[in-house]
């Protein structure tokens, strides 16, 4: 095989190993900041505004609207204070609505929220826009002490239809407290089904009856008040106060097919002036949410392309430095017949060529960052988002990063194009 | 006959120089017929290396004419020139000048790159060159040779494109005079196999018994209209230099 152009520049890079290893890491630290942070901004948003389902209005006790669709809609933390059942039936009955689906938060299965809704959640309420529920397995909870696992609870737990589950009282934040944390040992759940993965929050829930959690807490009073012995609590133990809810997912009716109703802001405008609880609209507080985050978030995009120019600063300084030791390189290259415009060509490349190196490691550390990231937003804010990187921003920021480096590479080409002969070949000492 | 160098009334003068300064390089005539090889001789600093340069084209004359193998070396431009000072002319130094960090066979195979023979030819090309100087190493790294094994690929790669002319700059002047007298035993009969004239430069009066014909530089300035000196059959011929640039 005949020597080629790569093979030069190779050499070349080899030759100062250090300092192409140094100029590569720069630049793929560089791009896999750059995409992280475009990457998490769109799947995040993305994931934010999808969401919410169809659901139009969410209620609940917490104090603010966009905590409540936090904590209601995406299960970042457990909703503080709790509504009754009295609320919720006059909520029900009392505007014209599509769907009015009870959840109670607050307890947990490893980690995993445990939601307590009615059947109507898998029948009414669509985790997507635009798409239902779908069961990989089983089929949703027709009775008390059911389950239905999320597809992120049911991989994290390796559960499957029929497996056993038990229920943690509130929901540990840290390890040493999910050891601490009480078990409701005594009531034993059984998984009836497992969900296909929706890419929302819900992949995180483990679904119940809420009479199931009504009936355990009930416990909880039995036994402070000595009364219950060795019998379990049934629904027959159940008293007005053990019904509590944490949120109320709402749609206003609406035509068949149609998202958008004329009613929802008489509905809305209706149960604010009620009073007792706050009532959020999931697409209202995700913008609001952007809309906060926003100039951060172009702060953060701005930072990273400062360091993506850094890295072709650095590029061009290596090459830069190189020149010296190179001179005598070139020089011979132009004696056997190399043009300048070929040199400079050799030198372009080598710098195109450590950013195209650059960005497709930046790539890679990007995909693993981006699924850590992923989790860790899954892990504390309960949002599911995609793991990926997408290809429609991998591929434009890799071709700026190369158009970036090879522009870094103009002025040590033209240094080499300038290099002059006699000057390179003069005897060294 | 188409000569292998043709010179006529060559003058270069570096920009830099004061106008009525006299030229780095003079010479009025000098003609190497095909295979012939010549020893120009000179002191330091006094303008050998540059005229070769000016020979191989990396630098334009002031005024005059450099002729190889038939071509007006400074009537082609860029790339042109550069393409064919790889493929007709081939240059040894001093200090050898090969690519480090490249093997043996590699610092052969670069001098192939730009030449007209096909890719696929160019390591056999290059590996049967090395054999027949003497190297059997061909993948050994060209930095890490002996100083005479170096030499011979330094030779190898000269004469890789089957160039009309070999240039030489001082090939000997870091060698003692054992090592110089076999490295220009190598670099002679090479040129001689390969059918290419030879121009050698050397400030190394022991040289002179190696070459029929010997061009002095001191005197023989173009503009002092001094003729030929040395045994040469070409009647004119005259070389001389002075100045920086060497």
């Known amino acids: 095989m005949a020597l080629t152009d790569f093979a030069i520049i190779r050499r070349s890079m080899s030759a100062r190993l250090f300092s192409t290893v140094t100029t590569v890491l720069t630049v793929a630290v560089a791009v896999a900041l750059l995409l992280v942070l475009l990457s998490m901004r769109d799947s995040g948003r993305r994931a934010f505004e999808r969401g919410g389902g169809n659901i139009h209005l969410l209620v609940s006790a917490d104090s603010d609207p966009l905590t409540a669709i936090l904590n209601g809609v995406f299960y970042a933390r457990p909703p503080r204070a709790p509504l009754s059942w009295a609320q919720y039936r006059a909520i029900a009955e009392g505007y014209p609505l599509d769907f009015a689906v009870p959840i109670a938060q607050g307890d947990s299965f490893r980690g995993f929220p445990v939601v307590g809704t009615t059947e109507e959640m898998f029948a009414r309420v669509t985790p997507l826009p635009d798409r239902g529920w779908e069961f990989a397995s089983g089929a949703p909870f027709t009775g008390d002490f059911e389950v239905v696992l999320g597809s992120s609870a049911a991989r994290g737990t390796g559960l499957g239809v029929g497996a056993e589950v038990v229920v943690t009282h509130g929901t540990p934040q840290s390890k040493a407290a999910m050891e601490a944390a009480r078990e409701h040992g005594e009531f034993k759940f059984k998984v009836v089904g497992v969900l296909r993965p929706t890419g929302t929050s819900h992949d995180r829930a483990v679904f119940t009856s809420l009479q199931s959690l009504w009936i355990i807490h009930a416990q909880d009073r039995l036994e402070q008040g000595g009364g219950s012995g060795p019998r379990l609590a049934t629904a027959a133990d159940l008293i007005e106060s053990d019904r509590k809810i944490t949120g109320i997912y709402v749609r206003v009716a609406t035509r068949p097919g149609q998202n958008a109703t004329a009613l929802l802001p008489a509905v809305f405008d209706g149960l604010r002036k009620q009073g007792g609880f706050t009532v959020a609209q999931p697409k209202q507080e995700i913008d609001r949410l952007f809309a906060i985050v926003g100039n951060i978030d172009q702060v953060l995009v701005a930072m990273a392309g400062a360091v993506m120019v850094s890295s072709g600063i650095a590029i061009m300084l290596a090459l830069y430095n190189s020149m010296e030791q190179r001179r005598r390189q070139i020089a011979v290259l132009r004696v056997l017949g190399a043009s300048q415009g070929r040199v400079f060509g050799l030198v372009m490349t080598e710098s195109a060529l450590l950013g195209l190196i650059g960005a497709a490691a930046g790539v890679v550390l990007a995909s693993v960052a981006i699924l850590v990231v992923a989790g860790v937003m899954r892990e504390r804010l309960g949002l599911v988002i995609d793991g990926t990187l997408p290809v429609n921003t991998a591929l434009p920021v890799a071709a700026l990063t190369i158009a970036l480096a090879a522009m870094a590479g103009l002025v040590p080409a033209v240094l080499a194009y300038r290099t002059s002969v006699s000057h390179g070949l003069r005897p060294i000492g | ?246």
């Open chain 2, 1 to 246: 006959m188409t000569a292998a160098l043709d010179i006529s009334e060559l003058s270069f003068r570096y920009p830099t120089a004061e106008p009525n300064s006299p030229a780095t390089v003079s010479v009025r005539a000098l003609r190497l017929n095909p295979g012939e090889q010549a020893l120009l001789v000179g002191g330091s600093g006094s303008g050998k290396s540059t005229l070769l340069q000016l020979i191989a084209g990396l630098l334009d004359p002031t005024s005059g004419r450099v002729e190889v193998d038939g071509q007006d070396v400074h009537a082609l431009r860029g790339p042109a020139r550069d393409r064919f000072r790889g493929r007709r002319i081939g240059m040894i130094f001093q200090t050898f000048n090969l690519l480090h960090g490249f093997s043996t066979i590699e610092n052969v195979m670069a001098a192939l790159m730009f030449s007209a023979v096909p890719p696929r030819e160019h390591r056999a090309r290059a590996a049967a060159l090395l054999t027949e100087l003497g190297l059997d190493r061909h993948e050994a790294m060209a930095d890490r040779l002996s100083v005479g094994q170096q030499q011979r690929v330094a030779v190898a790669r000269a004469l890789a494109c089957e160039p009309a002319l070999v240039l030489a700059d001082e090939p000997t002047a870091s060698l003692d005079p054992e090592n110089a007298a076999t490295a220009m035993d190598l670099i002679q009969s090479a040129c001689r196999r390969h059918g290419a004239a030879l121009l050698c430069t050397s400030h190394d009066p022991a040289m002179r018994a190696r070459f029929e014909r010997i061009e002095m530089l001191a005197d023989l300035r173009a503009e002092r209209g001094v003729g030929a000196a040395g045994g040469g059959a070409e009647a004119a011929r005259s070389i001389g230099g002075a100045g920086s640039g060497a």
